[in-house]
């Protein structure tokens, strides 16, 4: 036989007992050629083209996991930011556009469709205001439109003003759905990448092709298994062992992105490597940490074990694939990890510690409850700090942050499915108002003048 | 004819008549066994089977939900995936 027979277990059990998933296949749709100055034929145009290519990818990802028995979680589309192509409207056209969007995800069987937001790093268009402004109506009367906002980038700067705006932003959202629950499909943004995979960040980007399929892979069981095997060993050889793993499931993701791809006729865009964790226990990047020895995750140590883990993930990813893109980074969603759940139970992982995290290689403050009475201001503070760090250190960070009315610190909320479950979070009750509000734009750091 | 070339796997309690169900079922599909291993690992009874499916009407559905009665009735656990994801994993 070609394949030793531990060869072939090693596979089947990361399917059969670790996990192993791709998480998400996501196909960017260029919606810019569905412009029409009458809105309702603009509305048939998005319509049509996004169920005809969601059925269709329903269908084909469908046929893969049968092909190769790996589960594929999650089938998602993204759009052209919806500012973009709702410029020469009139008013009401961002909102008329989301439930278009959403009456089509629904129709097509995609659970979240992403890409009702703007990129306002610089300044704001008339049209970006008003998508801005429509965010908790458009969140709250949508049941899988997600939607994202970049405000910051490193060559722009941070546009303050769009931060000041979205402080009250996400409370409004917050306060129109049960616990807060519309803030799960908003992410604000630094540096957000233009073909990012996963929700609810996801959108087509303006230098994309007309259609682009991202695919995010999965695998904290597999790399957690891994990292139970060795225990002993040294963390130059635990780097080598994860990164093993990490080229063994790119291939994997990369295979099947590619296959799905050619299926439908479009062209392949990226395979994100950011391990994805999910409710179920043994799923949990906290886990990974946690096998290597750190006693709870958000302990001293963590930073530098979770840098480990990512840096390893990084190099195995890049040398299965080409294309590696999206974050490709660590997600460590508060409420949609286990393990990140249980550490904030404990005691041991504070709002603080996650933001140190995102430093080294997460890529934002994830899926985070904090009180709902938590001023807007202090919520647009949190959201420039975290921005502030992916715009020095020239990398992506976001924040989705759920303010849960009527909730405290260390209240208990449960958001259904995979969205998880948590414990609000305890946030700093010294106000930082005075900074906020003087708005205006945050220069650009001199390390973007790299020409 | 081109292969088509799968790996069908077994994990479960040794006991007679494994190999004999399984390779009943893909011969009435018209599938060729091109090579079988089996030992057991860490206390289980492993089973892997290489199989051709170019000369098959039936695909790799239709034989899952075949082997979902045998799973059933053996206490077997039984995954069928396609040869290219071995490759794209194990050979550089």
């Known amino acids: ?8 277990m090693e596979t089947v059990r990361m399917t059969m007992y670790h996990n192993f998933d791709i998480r998400t296949v996501t196909l960017g749709i260029n919606l810019k050629d569905c412009i029409d100055p009458d809105i309702e034929s603009f509305k048939s145009n998005v319509y049509d083209k996004v169920t005809e290519y969601g059925k269709r990818l329903v269908h084909e990802a469908g046929k893969l996991e049968d092909k190769y028995g790996v589960p594929i979680i999650n089938k998602r589309i993204s ?27 629904r129709d097509a069987n995609i659970d979240f469709i992403g890409g009702y937001g703007a990129l306002v790093q610089k300044g704001m268009t008339r049209a970006d205001a008003r998508l801005i402004d429509s965010l908790p109506e458009a969140l709250s009367s949508t049941e899988r439109v997600c939607a994202f906002l970049n405000v910051a980038s490193t060559v722009s700067g941070m546009n303050m003003d769009a931060v000041i705006k979205l402080g009250s932003i996400i409370k409004d959202i917050a306060g129109r759905t049960e616990n807060g629950i519309g803030c799960t499909k908003f992410a604000v943004f630094s540096n957000a990448p233009e073909d990012n995979p996963f929700m609810a960040g996801a959108f087509h980007g303006v230098g994309e092709p007309d259609f682009s399929l991202n695919i995010g892979i999965s695998g904290p069981g597999v790399v957690r298994s891994v990292v139970e095997k060795n225990r002993e060993c040294d963390l130059t050889e635990l780097s080598e062992v994860i990164k093993r793993t990490a080229f063994k499931i790119t291939r ?60 390893a993930v990084k190099k195995g990813g890049a040398m299965a694939s080409g294309n590696v893109g999206g974050l490709s980074g660590t997600f460590i969603p ?58 020095v250190n020239a990398k992506t960070t976001g924040v989705r942050l759920i303010p849960v009315p009527g909730k405290i610190a260390g209240d208990y909320v449960n958001f259904g499915g995979l969205l998880g479950e948590t414990y609000v979070m305890d946030i700093s009750t010294f106000s930082s108002r005075d900074f906020i509000m003087r708005g205006g734009r945050m220069p650009a750091p001199i390390t973007s003048m790299r020409n | 004819m081109p292969k088509d070339l799968v790996f069908i796997t077994v994990i479960g309690k040794d ?50 939900k075949e082997f979902a009665e045998i799973e059933k009735q053996m206490d077997l656990k039984i995954q069928v995936q396609h040869e290219n994801i071995f490759k794209a994993m194990h050979r550089v």
Do not use: W
């Open chain 1, 1 to 8: 036989m070609e394949y030793s027979l531990d060869e072939v």
């Open chain 1, 79 to 105: 759009v052209t930011p919806v500012s973009l192509i709702v410029e020469s409207c009139d008013e009401d056209a961002p909102l008329e556009i989301a439930k278009t969007l959403d009456r089509a995800a």
């Open chain 1, 252 to 311: 994997a993701g990369e295979l099947i992105g590619r296959e799905l791809a050619s299926n439908m006729d479009v062209p392949f865009g990226i395979v994100d490597i950011s391990l994805a964790s999910t409710t179920k226990v043994g799923d949990s990047v906290a886990g990974i940490v946690e096998m290597m020895g750190i006693g709870k995750m958000g302990a001293p140590g963590s930073t530098a074990a979770l840098a480990l883990l990512i840096d």
């Open chain 1, 334 to 391: 508060v409420s949609e990890d286990s393990g990140m759940n249980e550490a904030v139970k404990k005691g041991a992982l504070s709002i603080e510690k996650l933001e140190a995290l995102t430093a080294v290689c997460s890529v934002g403050l994830d899926m985070i409850a904090i009180p709902g009475d938590t001023p807007a201001e202090t919520i647009s503070a949190i959201v420039a700090d975290e921005l502030s760090i992916g715009v």
């Open chain 2, 15 to 64: 006991q007679k008549g494994i190999i004999a169900r399984l390779s009943n079922a893909v011969f009435r599909h018209n599938i060729n066994i091109e090579d079988l291993n089996q030992k057991v690992m860490e206390g289980y009874f492993v089973m892997t089977m290489l199989a051709d499916m170019a000369e098959s009407k039936a695909s790799i559905s239709d034989l899952k």
